[in-house]
T-cell receptor
Framework: NAGVTQTPKFRVLKTGQSMTLLCAQD?????MYWYRQDPGMGLRLIHY???????AKGEVPDGYNVSRLKKQNFLLGLESAAPSQTSVYFC?????????????FGAGSRLTVL | ELKVEQNPLFLSMQEGKNYTIYCNYS?????LYWYRQDPGKSLESLFV?????AVKQEGRLMASLDTKARLSTLHITAAVHDLSATYFC??????????????FGKGTLLTVNP
């Protein structure tokens, strides 16, 4: 059982380049999330999805786009990367069942924008 | 806007000592999570606290929730080196429309010294 898988794990971009981070979960979870983690800032929610075909903005959505065409996948896109987007990105998923709704996180994707 | 504050942000303690990490949040919530993150790793769920007065314990860690004071504590008993990690609390906004979005604190970096 792989859980939440993120690809790639590391990426270096030049300013202005575009890229897509892929998140895949095999737990049949309804909810999926993209967070970014910066030193001293904790985790901040970028975008999230409450089901296949739905997306919504989180706390820091500017400069990012997302898509959830299949229930198991949640893609995060950077159309024109900026140095301020250098960060570690975490994908997470959670079930729409029960009260606790615990998030399961992927291993993270470290992105550097030069 | 939901704000989550942890203190201290940095904690250096000796093995065998006890200490408490505090998590305050700004608006009503009845669900609070504690996560652990080892350096360079993903986040691992420790506890979910679902009601006022809830207390959960796992090994040397005990978490509690006071929803009236909007405060959760993570108490460490007789610390050991293996507990060195960053600990995050996260809170769900108490609203039926957004009960799946977590807001994280900035984290507490715990270092346990021999």
């Amino acid at each position: 059982n792989a859980g939440v898988t993120q690809t790639p794990k590391f990426r270096v971009l030049k300013t202005g380049q575009s890229m897509t981070l892929l998140c895949a979960q095999d737990m049949n979870h309804e909810y999926m999330y993209w967070y970014r983690q910066d030193p001293g800032m904790g985790l901040r929610l970028i975008h999230y999805s409450v089901g296949e075909g739905t997306t919504a903005k989180g706390e820091v959505p500017d400069g990012y786009n997302v898509s959830r065409l299949k229930k198991q996948n949640f893609l995060l896109g950077l159309e024109s990367a900026a140095p301020s987007q250098t960060s570690v990105y975490f994908c997470a998923s959670s079930p729409n069942q029960g009260v606790s709704n615990v998030l399961t996180f992927g291993a993270g994707s470290r992105l550097t924008v030069l | 806007e939901l704000k989550v504050e942890q203190n201290p942000l940095f904690l250096s303690m000796q093995e065998g000592k006890n200490y408490t990490i505090y998590c305050n949040y700004s608006t009503t919530s009845d669900r609070l999570y504690w996560y652990r993150q080892d350096p360079g790793k993903s986040l691992e769920s420790l506890f979910v606290l679902l009601s006022n007065g809830a207390v959960k314990q796992e090994g040397r860690l005990m978490a509690s929730l006071d929803t009236k004071a909007r405060l959760s504590t993570l108490h460490i008993t007789a610390a050991v080196h293996d507990l060195s990690a960053t600990y995050f609390c996260a809170v769900v906004l108490n609203s039926g429309g957004s009960n799946y979005k977590l807001t994280f604190g900035k984290g507490t970096l715990l270092t346990v010294n021999p």
